[in-house]
Structure formats: C-alpha cells, structure tokens
C-alpha cells in the first residue's frame, strides 16, 4: 500500500515539476483545480471504501457469497456513476471553476486540465474500487504494478508534450492531462487482469440484493466520504483565498504541497493496511486482538511520520529546487515546514485510529469531529491568519495543524472508550 500510495502522488509530483519548466501559470492552474478534481473524485471514493469494510467484514465472518455480491455492485455502481458524473462535469467544466477565483490565462488552462480529467473520470472510477478489492481480498502486489506502469506513462507521456511535442492540441496543460489520463487507462487495465488472473470470486446479485448491498456500503462510505469531503472542500476553500495572495503565493502552495504530501504516506498506507486487518477481526467478534493491533500501529506511524518531516525540513532546499529558483518560495518553506512536523505526528495518530473506527463500522463520530474541526480551523481559523491577520500561507498550515491535533485526540478518546465495539455487535448479529 505504501508503495501504492508514493505512486499515486508521484502522478502529481511528476507534472507539477515537469509543468514548472513550462510556465508559473500552468502550475498555478493545475495545483488549483486538484483539490476540486479530488473532491468529485470523492463520489468513488465513498464507494471504495465502504466496499472495502463490506467484504472485509464477510470474509472474517466467512460469508463469502455474500462478499463476492457485494464486489459486483460496488464495480457496477462505480463504472455507472463515473460515467454519468464525468460527462456532466466535462460540460459544465466553466462555471465550475469559476468558484476558484482565478483569472486570465490560469483560468483557461485551469478549465481545460479539469475538463479533460472529468471526461475520463469513469477510467478512475472504476481502476479505484477494483484496486481497493484487490488489497482487501489480500493481492497488493497488482496494485502496485498497476502504481509502477501507470506512473512510467505519465512520466514519459509529460515529458514528451511538454518539451517535444510541436501539435497545439497535445501541448501543455492539456497534454499533461492526457498523459495522466492514459496512465489511468493503463492502470484500469492491470486491475483487470489481475481480478480475472487472481479469480477474485464475483456472484452477480439480484436486483433486491443488489441495493440491500450497496446500502450497507453506502451506510460505511457515506459518513467517511462526508468526512474526506469536507476536507477537500476545505481545500478548494483554502485554494481560493489563497489566490488572493497572487500567482507565486498559489504556485508555492502547490510545490510545498507536492513535497509534504510524502510526509504522511507511510502513515495513511499502514493506516488503511491496518483497518482491513481490524475489519476482519471485528468481523470474527476478536475485540481484544484488533485493540492491541491498533496501539502497535499508531507507535510505529508516529515515529516514521516524525523522522521523514524532519528530513524534509533539513532537505527542503534541494526538494524545492526541483520545482523552482524563486527565492521568496524559498525562504517561506522553513516556517511552514516546521509547522507541518507539528501536523504530522497529529495525522499519524488520527489517521490510524480514524480508520480502526471505520473498520468496525463505527463511522459518525468522527463525521462529526472532523466537520467541526475542519471548519473551525483548516478553514475558518485558517482564513483569519492568513489574510486579516496577514500571516499568508503560514497560516493556513497553522490552522490545519489545530485541525489535526484535535481530530487526533478525539478519535484517541472515541477507541479507548470501546463503545466501536457494542456499535460494530448488533451489525454482527444482524
């Protein structure tokens, strides 16, 4: 999964370096629309997730039918549904961005790369869930080949439109999003080779069968995809006022965002690893094991998550040289380096034990704190430091360490209080 993970990101990273020797405002306008393209993205998200939980609950509870149903509605419901979402979003790609307060030519290029990844949003669509049924039913090693060819196609596909390519349909910021478009494909591929090559078991539902399943997923992903939702509008939210500042002030967000994505990587892929393994342990009524397996978990993610933001911090020059020479980026990134420590080892903590509680089904409370917290302080909070109070981007991360710190500590008290566990006993009996 952590393999998994440092792919996907890398999709990201890759563009955004290769982008930088083209033009600031292709940076700026593809960093901006991201977390708008990662907030739509979100619809399959739900779907992924609340599968994942599904099936991995029923293969500990060993009814595999019932998992092998549920595989078939989620994939079903996904490739629906990104069909359907990407051509409307494709349509209506103006107005849409238009709520992210740029201008000029950034806006153009920004509406052409969302327009372009909306329009094949069913190839994500789909590739994701697939990729998540491939690790819970114990297959992570397709997951990571699809990683590996779908970044080698970005890569030479980004450099190529970029720097070679001389047709005007295919340069820049559109190229660019062709060339993550086709890595999707590639990797929608392997997933399907790997679920035929791997006999993941598949039973079609009856139609009555087919909604009851997809409503316990939804009843798992609804709650968690709100939760992730909220924070990636937040993003967009962040995004918007950020431009505020100017061109160079959202260009550095998205390279200091690129750089710190790798601080929670390790974090977020043994905290996924770990709910699938809490999962099937709830599922088999082994209380006692999945809370001693989460307290292991979350000492081991503190520690990684610590050492390698503490790594970026000492490295941050060479990181950024990367991506540009402007000296202003430069010097900004100490202060919100050393913040972003601050925020890491929260993220290590929440993250862990977050997803323990979504594993045993236990989804509200943390909808709950995390609509709060992140509203109070990665947005509004973040709002007041950066802007009235003129602190700029420092002050957004100020206000997203508050954010996590508080989500840590509250998803702490909900795991030792053991009420996931009489949550997660009815669902059991039923």
Same mark, same amino acid.
């Given at each position: $999964?952590?393999?998994?993970?440092?792919?996907?990101?890398?999709?990201?990273?890759? &563009?955004?370096?290769?982008?930088?020797?083209?033009?600031?405002?292709?940076?700026?306008?593809?960093?901006?629309? $991201?977390?708008?393209?990662? $907030?739509?993205?979100?619809?399959?998200?739900?779907?992924?997730?609340?599968?994942?939980?599904?099936?991995?609950?029923?293969?500990?509870?060993?009814?595999?039918?019932?998992?092998?149903?549920?595989?078939?509605?989620?994939?079903?419901?996904?490739?629906?549904?990104?069909?359907?979402?990407?051509?409307?979003?494709?349509?209506?790609?103006?107005?849409?961005?238009?709520?992210?307060?740029?201008?000029? $030519?950034?806006?153009?290029?920004?509406?052409?790369?969302?327009?372009?990844?909306?329009?094949?949003?069913?190839?994500?669509?789909?590739?994701?869930?697939?990729?998540?049924?491939?690790?819970?039913?114990?297959?992570?090693?397709?997951?990571?080949?699809?990683?590996?060819?779908?970044?080698?196609? &970005?890569?030479?596909?980004?450099?190529?439109?970029?720097?070679?390519?001389?047709?005007?349909? *295919?340069?820049?910021?559109?190229?660019?999003?062709?060339?993550?478009?086709?890595?999707?494909?590639?990797?929608?591929?392997?997933?399907?080779?790997?679920?035929?090559?791997?006999?993941?078991?598949?039973?079609?539902?009856?139609?009555?069968?087919?909604?009851?399943?997809?409503?316990? *997923?939804?009843?798992?992903?609804?709650?968690?995809?709100?939760?992730? !939702?909220?924070?990636?509008?937040?993003?967009?939210?962040?995004?918007?006022?950020?431009?505020?500042?100017?061109?160079?002030?959202?260009?550095?967000?998205?390279?200091?965002?690129?750089?710190?994505?790798?601080?929670?990587?390790?974090?977020? /892929? *043994?905290?996924?690893? &770990?709910?699938?393994?809490?999962?099937?342990?709830? !599922?088999?009524?082994?209380?006692?094991?999945?809370?001693?397996?989460?307290?292991?978990?979350?000492? *081991?993610?503190?520690?990684?998550?610590?050492?390698?933001?503490?790594?970026?911090?000492?490295?941050?020059?060479?990181?950024?040289?990367?991506?540009?020479?402007?000296?202003?980026?430069?010097?900004?990134?100490?202060?919100?380096?050393?913040?972003?420590?601050?925020?890491?080892?929260?993220?290590?903590?929440?993250?862990?034990?977050?997803?323990?509680?979504?594993?045993?089904?236990?989804?509200?409370?943390?909808?709950?704190?995390?609509?709060?917290?992140?509203?109070?302080?990665?947005? /509004?909070?973040?709002?007041?430091?950066?802007?009235?109070? !003129?602190?700029?981007?420092?002050?957004?991360?100020?206000?997203?360490?508050?954010?996590?710190?508080?989500?840590?500590?509250?998803?702490?008290?909900?795991?030792?209080?053991?009420?996931?566990?009489?949550?997660?006993?009815?669902?059991?009996?039923?």
């Amino acid at each position: $999964m952590f393999l998994e993970n440092v792919f996907n990101v890398l999709l990201g990273t890759v &563009n955004t370096a290769v982008l930088s020797g083209y033009s600031e405002e292709a940076v700026a306008a593809t960093g901006a629309v $991201m977390p708008l393209i990662n $907030m739509f993205s979100l619809i399959f998200s739900v779907i992924a997730i609340g599968a994942t939980v599904v099936v991995s609950n029923d293969i500990g509870a060993e009814k595999l039918d019932r998992a092998a149903k549920a595989t078939f509605s989620a994939v079903t419901l996904c490739t629906v549904a990104g069909l359907l979402c990407g051509i409307v979003l494709a349509i209506f790609a103006p107005p849409v961005v238009r709520c992210m307060n740029l201008e000029g $030519m950034v806006y153009e290029e920004a509406v052409l790369y969302f327009r372009v990844r909306m329009a094949a949003l069913v190839v994500s669509a789909a590739s994701s869930v697939m990729l998540a049924l491939l690790r819970c039913y114990g297959h992570p090693r397709s997951t990571i080949v699809a990683g590996l060819a779908s970044n080698v196609c &970005n890569l030479s596909l980004s450099v190529y439109v970029v720097y070679y390519a001389t047709h005007p349909w *295919v340069v820049g910021v559109r190229g660019i999003a062709l060339a993550v478009v086709a890595g999707q494909i590639v990797s929608l591929g392997i997933a399907v080779i790997a679920f035929v090559r791997t006999a993941i078991p598949i039973l079609r539902p009856t139609i009555r069968e087919f909604w009851r399943l997809i409503g316990s *997923v939804l009843r798992i992903g609804l709650p968690t995809g709100l939760s992730s !939702g909220s924070f990636t509008v937040s993003q967009v939210i962040t995004n918007s006022y950020v431009a505020v500042l100017g061109p160079t002030a959202l260009s550095a967000k998205v390279y200091y965002t690129n750089i710190l994505n790798y601080a929670y990587l390790f974090s977020v /892929s *043994v905290g996924n690893a &770990n709910s699938l393994l809490v999962g099937r342990l709830c !599922g088999a009524g082994r209380y006692e094991h999945a809370n001693a397996l989460n307290r292991t978990v979350v000492k *081991v993610t503190i520690a990684v998550n610590f050492l390698v933001s503490l790594s970026i911090v000492l490295l941050r020059a060479p990181l950024l040289s990367f991506f540009t020479d402007n000296a202003w980026i430069l010097q900004a990134s100490l202060g919100i380096f050393l913040v972003d420590i601050i925020t890491e080892q929260a993220r290590a903590v929440s993250q862990v034990y977050e997803y323990a509680l979504r594993a045993a089904g236990d989804v509200m409370f943390t909808l709950k704190i995390l609509i709060v917290s992140c509203w109070v302080f990665s947005v /509004s909070l973040a709002y007041i430091l950066s802007i009235p109070i !003129g602190w700029g981007l420092i002050g957004c991360w100020i206000g997203l360490a508050l954010d996590e710190t508080v989500r840590a500590v509250a998803t702490v008290y909900r795991w030792r209080s053991g009420k996931w566990i009489y949550f997660h006993k009815p669902k059991e009996e039923s």
